[in-house]
């Protein structure tokens, strides 16, 4: 069965119940809520994944460490803890996650619900869902900045780079 998903008026107002599909379709006319996963060290050090091949949009490019969408009835967080664990074997409670700052994307038509998790899980101790995540890594903070600035990193317009950026280098 196709993944169900909440929608939203801009506003964030509940509108209903729709599949992924036509979440994705080109101009569906309600948001949804995806989650994006931003995860840092008690060094600093921030994660990042490198898609999977088989992936569609951006195989084989340098992403945040873990996204996803949230299912119908389960709230933002419920989501960062499911994608945490299922992408990167990463095991986690709601109340791990700092929520950042909601995202309105246009052109996918999400209100994108931006998270941080900090732990010190260990890649070796990473469980990765290969069917998503080629492989993660550790990265010291001038490291990441030159990753996410280059064409090795998925697509994210300047603002939101220059945002997330700021974001992480304060919560170093």
Sequence with gaps: MEELLDTF????????????????????????????????????????????????????????????????????????????????????KPKDFIFLKEIVNQHGWELAQVYLLKTNTKIKDMKLQKAEVEQVKWLKYADFVKLFYSDEFCEHEKSYKDWVCDVLKRYQ
Excluded at 59 to 70: E, Y
Aim: glycine share 10%; proline share 6%; hydrophobic share 30%.
């Design 9 to 92: 008026d801009i506003n964030g107002n509940f509108l209903g119940i729709k599949t992924k599909s036509f979440c994705h379709s080109e101009t569906p006319g309600v948001y949804h809520k995806p989650v994006w996963i931003w995860i840092m060290n008690n060094e600093g050090e921030i994660l990042v994944q490198k898609r999977a091949l088989a992936k569609k949009k951006s195989p084989g490019k340098w992403d945040m460490p873990s996204a996803g969408h949230v299912e119908a009835g389960e709230s933002p967080v419920q989501g960062c803890v499911r994608e945490t664990e299922e992408e990167l074997g990463i095991k986690c």
